[in-house]
């Protein structure tokens, strides 16, 4: 108390260094104060809404999750009716899908006509096999489909013959095979599908 009663003094005593003292006080008007709050409360308004690590981290994880991912495995193969698909992936462009059906072009045996077929990768179950000949010739050819497994297929390709000038006899024209020629060494195209039903 005792100090400030001397400072109190030492300003009475001396009015120019009180007025010198008072003047270097920094000036503010009432609009500086105001806007100086206004800036305060600006910063801590910012502040306050800054985004928080553990909230920054949880808007990023489910902002990935949301992204679509590319398949790792390969597509899968065509289906009756189809299939929606999982959420959230998508198909490379360079994916490729199973093929679902095989083919492939066999000669028949030279002397009875058989053909047989393996399949470079089996299916899944046993298929529908189409054997069609190539048939550049005038006689036509008629295949069948003596086996047909997931692995391969196997049958017989014969020629049709036209019947006799002559027929000296009923049972002969009865016992008249029209497609007992083999049809020796022709290329023969072979289909296998998936059944659907």
């Given at each position: 108390?005792?100090?400030i009663l001397?400072?109190l003094?030492a300003l009475?005593?001396?009015?120019?260094s009180?007025?010198?003292?008072?003047d270097?006080?920094?000036?503010?008007?009432?609009a500086?104060?105001d806007?100086?709050?206004q800036q305060a409360?600006?910063?801590?308004?910012?502040?306050?809404?800054?985004?928080?690590?553990?909230?920054?981290s949880?808007?990023?994880?489910a902002?990935?999750?949301?992204?679509?991912r590319a398949?790792?495995?390969?597509p899968?193969?065509?289906?009756?009716g189809?299939?929606?698909?999982?959420?959230g992936?998508?198909l490379p462009?360079?994916?490729?899908?199973?093929?679902?059906?095989r083919?492939?072009?066999?000669?028949t045996?030279?002397?009875?006509?058989?053909?047989?077929?393996?399949w470079?990768?089996?299916l899944t179950?046993?298929?529908?096999?189409?054997?069609?000949p190539?048939?550049?010739?005038s006689?036509?050819?008629?295949c069948?489909?003596?086996?047909s497994t997931?692995?391969g297929?196997?049958?017989?390709?014969?020629?049709?013959?036209?019947?006799?000038?002559?027929?000296?006899?009923?049972?002969?024209?009865?016992s008249?095979?029209?497609?007992g020629?083999?049809?020796?060494g022709?290329s023969?195209?072979?289909?296998a599908?998936?059944?659907t039903?």
């Open positions: 108390m005792r100090a001397v400072i003094a009475i005593a001396h009015p120019v009180a007025q010198v003292v008072m270097a006080r920094p000036s503010a008007t009432k500086d104060v806007v100086m709050r409360q600006a910063a801590a308004d910012a502040a306050a809404q800054a985004v928080k690590p553990a909230d920054l949880a808007a990023i994880g902002l990935q999750a949301s992204i679509p398949r790792t495995t390969a899968m193969q065509e289906a009756v189809g299939a929606a698909g999982t959420a992936t998508y462009g360079d994916a490729q899908a199973p093929r679902i059906t083919a492939g072009v066999v000669l045996s030279t002397s009875t006509g058989s053909w047989s077929i393996a470079a990768t089996p179950a046993t298929p529908v096999t189409l054997p069609i190539i048939n550049a010739t006689t036509p050819v008629v069948n489909v003596a086996t997931a692995t297929a196997s049958g017989r390709c014969w020629y049709s013959r036209t019947l006799p000038a002559t027929l000296t006899a009923v049972t002969a024209l009865v008249y095979d029209v497609f020629a083999p049809a020796n022709i023969v195209q072979v289909l599908i998936p059944v039903q």
